[in-house]
Every structure is written in structure tokens, then in C-alpha cells.
């Protein structure tokens, strides 16, 4: 029998945890914690050019600015890091390998002043080819990267290729594609390509790292999402002992993964840990333009999808080759790339699989983590091909969908049979809703209205051995504080964990409260990344709290003399109605209670949970196959309805729907917030989102002047957001990842609505404007394919002319 | 950003002998919002900047209905959006106004700072064009008028001497009956710079119907449609055949560049398409 009662358990529609402090503006950020006069100042000098050897670097001039400490080269810091192939040296050694680059860290008193000691920071270049495009780079190889790739250190499920610019190839191998071609009556092969995006969190990146010079300890607050990932990839990259190194993270302002793994905390500590800075802290705040320079990007992604289809319209055979722009390091970026890997058929059933997923090293920034880790790259071609491949057969592209989905029961790609899911019943449903396959009149005269569906599906992407762990304290005055070392960048997992801990111990949400992660006063967790924080630390503090309230509820029964099944604690008040007894949680649960044997007993009552996913098995690294690839997925459909200018190529949405199989909502008012936000983020990267380079390599984005995102002024008026709840059989209580899912499909939802409206495939990522007005005047001629292949903006831009005079 | 100093005087005189004896790397500031971004992004480092802000000879906007509008060098760009005589008789400035930044930026940034920093996109360029603005200059050596056409001579350049301060912009009242409007193309709905903008002025004057056609960020230095504006002189309504050649005419007169924002082509095409746009909503508000 349940033992607890509350208003604000799972699956309540509960206020959020600290929006109160942000909206008043009290909550304290990594910028805002204050160091005293002994704080100092840290700013990079960075490369001017692409690809070169380092002939030399003269910090004489830097070194004179008044207020100056000290210029670290890369050469006094030469340590690798990485937090799944350690190619990341934090300062330029030797060589640089991008535009934007670290090549010196100048420490001083004031940012002033370290910023103009960067500015007369003066290197000398023996220039060398840079290399931009990663289909030509994975092909050719005849300029390297990393020439050294064979030396750098990488977990076993990462492949990477010395002696090319591939840092990862994953692989599929199952049944025989081949074949299955031959014997099929269509075979439809296509290839969708999309730009390097970016985040755009509000908090640029921002930490403070000293070292006690006494000990060697080091201590680094920084706005980052997983304190543990950080302390590790650090303590690994310098060889230096876990627990010499505490990491503390205040709260972030965004993260959407840009702020996974180590950032910028690497670079910092080249200053702090420098002998001439005597133990004093050192703070690195980056500018927005640094931001989007030397931090995670989303991946550019060339991909080719063939397709082999039966006369009924089951699909046969797929071979799939994506080729992921890793940029500079794929230290992160390697993973996406197995991510997109191992679901590289979608939310579809296909018995011959062959797929190659490349991560290739160029000159540019580096690629990582960004909402969705390789699926919106990935759904962002197959739901394009898909919808063209329905049409090449003459079939409707709901009905092609839904009579090739991934039934539960059938195989993944990697062998791992489908579990149950709600996805046939979503589909309908947003079908219905935005009228899909009906024909509209545009609401703006002239325009031209057309209507798209996508799927989405994701799982967890992460190592198998990804653990949790929380603590549940309950407090003398009957409040509850929760460790669980889960970063709260927006996403509301802080209220997720109150609502399980409230429905675990019966206390009202409005007394628990989640503390911001520190590494010496929390339990591990793995990383708040993968949608995975809700199912893994979810379990931790389901456990942690069952094991608090199971040690208060014994204590009551002894303190009362009563069976413990008798006991119920209500609102956080402990009863045994059998007894006639209620008593509210108070300093007896911190102090211990006076037994009837006038002997006490009890203090303070601590529950802890720990986790970690029981069945999960490595796909082969050959075959790419495995009884239990990933721990689950979540699936979902957006279907969006978009009007056209044809004068201009300007779109807008009218309106969208998108659903998920969430398992069950945990937080229904974040599982909302997290599906509109997400539909938004990914209705701006099918926008209007991209990253451009000219053709030495240098941003032509570096800052939002250029860098465009969503305003509220183009997203649509009408946001459907809705879920269905098929329990998750492990889960703490039946639900499922959610956090990044809503951002993978509206971008193709848009891609195949234009399509509707035009007549026009579009196969590059962003529809911008100008691109389509492209495909506006294209349709006008009869042509049916828009291709800008990856880096014709580049070509283009090399003969364009640039300026006046 | 570097440190820099910075001064604030109270008077125009005082701004004058601050800039006397002020070195060559001094930036007049206004607003602000270009200045400070060039300082954040390192593309300018003056060691002095003179803040104009707390002069009240430059404030305020006024209207007479025999001179027409005078907005002063530290009218906000919402205070002139906000300006019932502007939204009653200068439409096309007040459009641009509203299509400028953002509301909070609105409320620092200036209209003649706009065109003082004569970025080719700036949004009061082609308005006060087609207003035939003029911009009263004031200095040591005495004061000047220059129209708002030759006051910008290339991107990020106008004739302003050293020591020299733009006091306000004076915008004669369209003669008759009049319509204009402002239609600006960027990335997205919002907070953009113009792709393209394009001004559009129709006047029923003392004599026959007149056309003015102006473009922003298509032209290294302000440009008036001249070819265009005199197809469609003394036309009632234009039928669209003509609206066509019209079109054809605006495009042969800029010469936009291609960078991140839009390429060349592009910016041809929509400058015709926007002058269709524009012509066709001016005639509505007619």
C-alpha cells in the first residue's frame, strides 16, 4: 500500500523551482560571484589564419601593458583533452588549426588590460592549405588535420582513422542492401545537406579557476552542465587526481549541450595554474563572438540516403553515408556521429542495412553537442527522403510512413527490438490537426500555403555505464533538500526531482528544494545531456527519496509503537490513524527521537540512490549490432503549415503541432515547456540558422548581428504541443527522455511543407529567404531540385564582390 | 573593450572647445549603440569620447507646418515613431522608425545618429531621402546646411570636419496631399538589418503627382530612382505593366554588394520587387 499523500506528485502541474529568483533577477550566476582585488583577468590572443605552423609569437608588446601578470603559450601548457578522444590542446601548440584559435592567454588585473595585452599579442604563420569541406576531406586526405591522430588516447566505441581526417566511423552492417535493391521496384537515392548552427544561449561561457599552491588543489566555478564530465576530462587531460579537483557550477543562463563536457574551464587553468599567478583566481569570461568561435557548434552534415522499395511500398534496403563536419576537434562531435549511426533508419522498419557515419576534420570551429546530438541532422535528411521517395512511387507520404514504421517488436538498425510506443496514434493525430493532407487557401493573398509532416525519434545518446547518484536530505524544520548533481539550465528537471521526491515522501513540492551542483558536496552523475536526467537521475532520487521516507516511517513505528504499514505520511504531516496520531516533520528527525525505552534514536535522516542502466551492450564496432544498443527512444511527428512570398521567398508558419511518447509527465508544466521551446528552436534552424565561412576560413557569423535566431515575431501564433504516455518498462515511473526530442523534425516538417506549397525539393538546410525565392524562381521554370551544395556560399562569396571600394 | 575617457558637456559651446583641443582619436557619441559596438568589437579605440547627450540645443523634435519637421541630434528613434505630426505626415520615416532595432535599442539610438554612422543599411537614410532631408551642421567655423543626400559620401563616411556636430536634420513638409511608406527586407521579421529597404513618397504637390523612390543597403552612398520616379510622374495609377518598368528602372540604379546577409542578386531582385511593394501600399494609404 502507498504510504504517502501529496497535491504536487508526479505528473502535477506544479510552478517551476527558482523562477522566482530569475525573474527578480536575485539568482547569482558564475559572472556574478565576486572574488575580491586578488581576482585577475584572463583573455586569449587567438589565430588569424586557418591552418599553419606557428613560426613564432612575440608577447614583448603584451607583456608592457600596464596591469599585465603574464602570456601563457600553448608550448608551457601542452596538455590534451577530450571527453571521448583526447584531441583538444586548450592553447595552439605548434600549430594552428582554425580561425579564432587560442594562441595566448594573457592574465591581468583588469579585463582592460588583458584584453589589450591580447590585442599586441603578434604571431608569425608558415601558412599552410586549410581544408573546409568534409566530403572532399574524408575522400582525399591529402591534408591532415591531425596528423597525430594515431597518439591521441580515445574510448574503445570511438573508431577513429589515422592517417585521414576521420576522427570516428560507425558503421552498420545487417542483412544484404545489395540484394535487397536489386529486388526492389524502386530505388530512390538522395542527399540533404545543413550548415554548422549554434546554440544562442543567453550566458556566454564564464569561469573562475584557482589552485591552492600549497596543495595543488584546484577549485573551478563555471557555467557548465555537468560538473562530474568537467572534473573528469580535466583531471584525465592533466593527469592530476579526482579528488584534487572541485568543481562547482552556479546556475546557467542555457546550455542545450553547449555547455556539456569541458569548455573553456581547460584554458582558464592554463592561467591559474601558472607559477606566476602565485595561487591567485583567474577568470575567463568570453565574449559572445568568442562564444560562437572557439565553443561547441552543431555539426555540418552532407548525407546520401538510397532507398530500396517494393511495389507495396515496404522499404527493402537502405544505405546511408553521412558525413558530419566535426571541425577542428571531435572530441564531443565524435558521438553525435554514432548517435545518428545507430538510428540511421529512422522511425522505420528496414530489414538491409549498410550505413557509414563519418566525423571529418576541417580548419573550422569545433562541432559537438547541441539539442538533439545527431538527430536533427539525421531526421533533417530521412524525413526529406522519405517524403520524396513517396512521392517517386506515387504514394501518399502519411500512408508511406505509417506502412513502413517501426513496429514494437521489430528490429533497429542495430538489432535491438523496437519496445512499445504510441507513434501510429501521434501521427494521426497531428494529421489531423494541422489537416495534412488537406488544401488550404493562404491566409495572405498571393502567398502560397503548403503543409509537411515529419518524424522524430531519439534515444539517450551516452556510454553504457552512465551512472547517477542523489542524496535526499530531510531537514529539523520537515523541508527536504535534494543533491542530485543534475544542472537545471532552463529544462525543469529541478522541479521534476521535487515532484518525485514529493510523490516518494509526501511532502509538498513548496519544501523541497535542489541544490546547484558542486562536486564536493554532491553524489555522482554522469552528465546532464542525452534527455537522460529525468530517467537515470530520476531513478537515483526515486531511490534516494523511498529511502529516506522508509527510514523515517521506521523511526515513527518504533516512536509510536506501531507496525510500520500503518503509517502514512500526508502532506507532510506523519500519521497512523489507527493510533489516533498525527505529528508534524520536525527537529526529531535531525535531532532523533526519545524512544519509549527513553533512549534516543534516529538522527538525521539521509536516503541516498544510485544508478546505473542495467542491459545495455556496445553495438560492434564492425556491425554496428546489439541485443540492447540504447536504454530506449522517444518518438514523435510535427506536422507544420507554412505560407510562402512568392515576391520575396519570406516564410511563415502558421501553425504547427508536434507530439511525443513521453512515457509518462513527470512535470506536464516542463514537458510543455520543452516541446514549444523546442518546436521553436527548431522552426529558427530551418529558418533561418546557419554558420558561414569565407575562403580563408574566417566566421562571417561571429555575433548575433549575423548569426540570426527566431524572434518572437517569427514564430507561429499556434504552438500544439501534446503527448501520449506509453510506460517505459525501467524507468522510475514509466517516462521517457523529452528534453531534446521537440527540436529534431519541425525543420524537415518546414522542408516537405515547402515542398507542398512549391513544388520545389529544397536540400540544403537553412530556408532562408533568399534560398527560397531561389526555389520560387525555379518553380517557375519546372525545376524540381534546389541543391546548394555545402560550401557554395563559400565559392560564391570568393567571387562576390564584397565592397564598395 | 579598451578603457578610454570620456567627456560630457553641457552646452554646445563646450562641446566645441572639448573638440578643439581634443586629439584625432575622438568619437562624438550620441546614442551610442553603433559606437559602442564598434569600441566591444575593437574596430575603433578612441582615447576620448565626447557625449553630446546632456546638451539640451540638441534635443527634441519639432514641427512647423510652413518649414516641416525638425528632429534634433539626440531625438530617440522611438520618440520620433512616437511623434503624432511624423506618423500624420512622414509615414515612410515613421515605418522605418518602427522597422529599427528593437524597442529598448529605440530608446537610446538617434535619428541623425543613424545617419551620421551612414552605414548603407541604416533605416532613416532612405526615408529622410525621399524627404529631401537636410542636415544643419554647426562649428567652430559657423553653421551649414547640407542635403541629406550629399551629407553621406560612402559607407561610413560624410563630410563632417573635425570639431563639426550635426545639431539636427530638418525635413520639409510634402507639398499637398501626400503617402509614403517603408518597406524593409531582412533575415527575419525582427531586429535585422536591412537585406534591402526601399522609401516610397507620393505627393499630389502644387502642380502634377509626384513619385520619390529611395534605397537602403543597396547603394555605397544614398541614391534617389530618378528613371523611376520620372515614369511614373504625373501617373494616377500606375497599371502594373508600368509598375514592371518601374521596377526594371530601380533595379538598374543600385549596385549592392553580396556579403552574409544576401548576395548581390538578390538584393537586385527585391529592390524590384519591394519598389512594386511599396508603390502599391503608398497608393493604398493615398
Excluded at chain 1, 383 to 403: C, N, Q, S, Y
Excluded at chain 1, 407 to 424: D, F, S
Excluded at chain 2, 33 to 39: A, E, G, K, P, R
Aim: with cysteine; net charge negative.
Amino acid at each position: 500500500m502507498k504510504q504517502t499523500i501529496t497535491n504536487d506528485g508526479v505528473g502535477k502541474w506544479v510552478t517551476r523551482q527558482y523562477d522566482v529568483e530569475k525573474a527578480a533577477g536575485t539568482l547569482q550566476y558564475t559572472d556574478d560571484l565576486r572574488f575580491g582585488p586578488e581576482l585577475l583577468h584572463a583573455k586569449a590572443a587567438r589565430s588569424t589564419i586557418a591552418h599553419g605552423e606557428i613560426v613564432s609569437i612575440d608577447v614583448s608588446e603584451a607583456m608592457k601593458v600596464p596591469g599585465v601578470v603574464k602570456v601563457i603559450l600553448g608550448d608551457q601548457f601542452v596538455h590534451r583533452f577530450g571527453l571521448y578522444l583526447h584531441d583538444r590542446t586548450p592553447l595552439a601548440v605548434g600549430k594552428v588549426r582554425y580561425v579564432g584559435e587560442p594562441i595566448a592567454l594573457v592574465v591581468a588585473e583588469t579585463e582592460e588590460a588583458a584584453e589589450e595585452g591580447a590585442l599586441k599579442v603578434k604571431a608569425k604563420y608558415k601558412e599552410l592549405t586549410p581544408i573546409f569541406d568534409p566530403v572532399k576531406e574524408a575522400t582525399d586526405n591529402s591534408i591532415l588535420v591531425h596528423p597525430e591522430l594515431e597518439s591521441y588516447e580515445h574510448v574503445p566505441f570511438i573508431v577513429p582513422q589515422p592517417g585521414t581526417n576521420l576522427a570516428n566511423w560507425f558503421r552498420i552492417r545487417r542483412g544484404d542492401v545489395e540484394k535487397a535493391f536489386e529486388e526492389s521496384e524502386y530505388v530512390v537515392e538522395e542527399a540533404v545537406n545543413c550548415p554548422q548552427i549554434a546554440h544562442g544561449f543567453l550566458e556566454p561561457h564564464c569561469c573562475i579557476c584557482k589552485e591552492d599552491p600549497a596543495t595543488g588543489y584546484l577549485t573551478i566555478w563555471t557555467a557548465a552542465q555537468s560538473v562530474f564530465a568537467t572534473r573528469e576530462i580535466i583531471a584525465a587531460g592533466l593527469g592530476y587526481p579526482l579528488n584534487k579537483i572541485r568543481v562547482i557550477a552556479p546556475p546557467i543562463g542555457g546550455g542545450f549541450g553547449g555547455k556539456a563536457g569541458m569548455t573553456i574551464e581547460a584554458l582558464c587553468l592554463a592561467g591559474a595554474m601558472d607559477p606566476d599567478v602565485k595561487g591567485r583566481p583567474v577568470k575567463l569570461h568570453i565574449s559572445r563572438e568568442e562564444v560562437m568561435l572557439t565553443s561547441w557548434v552543431r555539426q555540418g552534415y552532407v548525407a546520401r540516403i538510397k532507398m530500396g522499395i517494393d511495389k507495396d511500398g515496404k522499404i527493402l534496403g537502405m544505405k546511408n553515408t553521412f558525413y558530419f563536419d566535426t571541425g577542428v576537434s571531435a572530441e564531443y562531435g565524435a558521438n553525435p556521429v554514432r548517435s545518428a549511426g545507430y538510428t540511421s533508419t529512422g522511425c522505420y522498419y528496414v530489414p538491409n542495412v549498410w550505413t557509414d557515419s563519418y566525423a571529418v576534420y576541417t580548419n573550422k570551429p569545433f562541432g559537438g553537442a547541441y539539442r538533439g546530438f545527431g538527430l536533427p541532422e539525421l531526421m533533417g535528411v530521412m524525413e526529406t527522403i522519405i517524403d520524396i521517395a513517396a512521392h517517386k512511387i506515387g504514394m501518399d507520404p502519411v500512408e508511406f510512413r505509417l506502412k513502413n514504421i517501426l513496429e514494437p517488436g521489430l528490429k533497429t538498425c542495430t538489432g535491438m527490438p523496437m519496445h512499445n510506443h504510441a507513434l501510429p496514434k501521434i501521427i494521426e493525430k497531428v494529421v489531423d490537426k494541422v489537416g495534412i493532407q488537406k488544401k488550404e487557401e493562404p491566409r495572405r493573398p498571393g502567398w502560397k500555403r503548403g503543409k509537411g509532416l515529419a518524424l522524430a525519434i531519439k534515444a539517450p545518446a551516452k556510454p553504457a555505464d552512465a551512472s547517477s547518484s542523489a542524496i535526499v536530505k530531510v531537514l529539523g524544520d520537515g523541508t527536504v533538500e535534494i543533491l542530485a548533481a543534475t544542472m537545471d539550465m532552463g529544462q525543469g528537471t529541478y522541479t521534476s526531482f521535487a515532484q518525485m521526491a514529493s510523490e516518494e515522501l509526501g511532502i509538498p513540492v513548496k519544501k523541497i528544494r535542489c541544490i546547484y551542483p558542486d562536486t564536493n558536496s554532491h553524489p555522482y552523475d554522469w552528465q546532464t545531456v542525452a534527455s537522460r536526467s529525468c530517467w537515470a537521475m530520476g531513478m537515483a532520487v526515486k531511490r534516494a527519496a523511498a529511502d529516506a521516507r522508509e527510514q523515517i516511517i521506521s523511526l515513527y513505528a518504533q516512536y509510536w509503537q506501531v507496525p510500520p504499514e500503518s503509517i502514512v505520511i500526508e502532506h507532510g504531516i506523519v500519521k497512523c490513524r489507527s493510533a489516533g496520531k498525527a505529528e508534524p516533520l520536525d527537529e526529531r528527525i535531525q535531532n532523533g527521537f526519545k524512544m519509549p525505552d527513553g533512549y534516543y534514536h534516529g538522527g538525521p535522516i539521509i536516503g541516498t540512490g544510485s544508478f546505473v542502466p542495467p542491459d545495455v551492450i556496445y553495438p560492434d564496432n564492425e556491425t554496428g549490432q546489439s541485443p540492447k544498443s540504447v536504454v530506449h527512444f522517444t518518438v514523435g511527428a510535427v506536422g507544420i503549415d507554412v505560407e510562402v512570398d512568392p515576391a520575396t521567398g519570406c516564410v511563415e508558419v502558421n501553425r504547427v503541432s508536434s507530439g511525443y511518447d513521453v512515457g509518462k509527465a513527470i512535470s506536464p508544466m516542463n514537458v510543455r515547456g520543452q516541446i514549444e521551446g523546442g518546436t521553436v528552436q527548431g522552426i529558427s534552424a530551418g529558418l533561418m540558422e546557419g554558420m558561414y565561412y569565407d575562403e580563408k576560413g574566417r566566421l562571417l557569423t561571429p555575433d548575433f548581428t549575423d548569426y540570426k535566431i527566431a524572434t518572437i515575431k517569427d514564430i507561429p501564433e499556434e504552438i500544439d504541443s501534446f503527448w501520449e504516455e506509453t510506460p517505459e518498462e525501467l524507468s522510475p515511473y514509466g517516462n521517457r527522455g523529452v528534453g531534446e526530442h521537440s527540436m529534431i523534425s519541425p525543420a524537415p516538417a518546414i522542408g516537405n511543407a515547402l515542398f507542398n506549397a512549391l513544388g520545389v525539393r529544397i536540400h540544403t538546410y537553412p530556408f532562408s529567404r533568399e534560398r527560397v525565392y531561389k526555389a520560387v524562381q525555379m518553380s517557375k521554370t519546372g525545376e524540381e531540385d534546389l541543391w546548394d551544395y555545402p560550401y557554395v556560399q563559400e565559392q560564391n562569396y570568393k567571387k562576390a564582390k564584397k565592397e564598395w571600394f | 573593450m579598451l578603457a578610454f575617457e570620456m567627456e560630457r558637456p553641457a552646452s554646445l559651446k563646450e562641446a566645441f572647445e572639448i573638440l578643439s583641443r581634443s586629439g584625432p582619436d575622438t568619437a562624438v557619441k550620441a546614442g551610442g549603440t553603433d559606437l559602442l559596438v564598434w569600441m566591444k568589437k575593437n574596430l575603433v579605440h578612441p582615447e576620448l569620447i565626447v557625449d553630446l547627450s546632456l546638451i539640451e540645443e540638441l534635443k527634441g523634435i519639432s514641427f512647423d507646418p510652413s518649414g516641416g519637421l525638425v528632429i534634433g541630434a539626440l531625438a530617440t528613434v522611438n520618440e520620433v515613431a512616437e511623434h503624432p505630426q511624423v506618423g500624420k505626415f512622414y509615414p515612410a520615416l515613421m515605418d522605418a522608425a518602427l522597422s529599427h532595432s528593437d524597442f529598448v535599442m529605440r530608446n537610446k539610438a538617434t535619428v541623425v545618429g543613424n545617419l551620421c554612422s551612414a552605414v548603407p543599411s541604416g533605416d532613416m537614410i532612405a526615408p529622410c531621402c525621399v524627404y529631401e532631408g537636410v542636415m544643419h551642421l554647426v562649428g567652430p567655423a559657423g553653421r551649414r546646411k547640407v542635403p541629406v543626400m550629399e551629407f553621406i559620401t560612402g559607407p561610413r563616411k560624410n563630410v563632417l570636419q573635425k570639431g563639426e556636430i550635426v545639431k539636427s536634420v530638418e525635413l520639409p513638409l510634402p507639398k499637398g496631399h501626400s503617402a509614403g511608406c517603408y518597406l524593409k527586407l531582412g533575415r527575419r521579421n525582427a531586429l535585422d538589418l536591412a537585406q534591402v529597404g526601399v522609401a516610397c513618397v507620393i505627393t499630389d504637390g502644387p502642380g502634377e503627382r509626384e513619385y520619390r523612390l529611395s534605397f537602403g543597403a543597396v547603394t555605397p552612398r544614398p541614391v534617389r530612382a530618378k528613371v523611376a520616379e520620372d515614369l511614373l510622374r504625373g501617373v494616377v495609377s500606375p497599371d502594373e505593366s508600368l509598375l514592371d518598368k518601374v521596377a526594371e528602372a530601380a533595379m538598374a540604379c543600385v549596385d549592392p554588394i553580396t556579403d552574409v546577409r544576401a548576395s548581390r542578386e538578390y538584393r537586385i531582385s527585391m529592390v524590384g520587387e519591394l519598389t512594386k511593394k511599396a508603390l502599391r501600399k503608398c497608393l493604398e494609404r493615398f
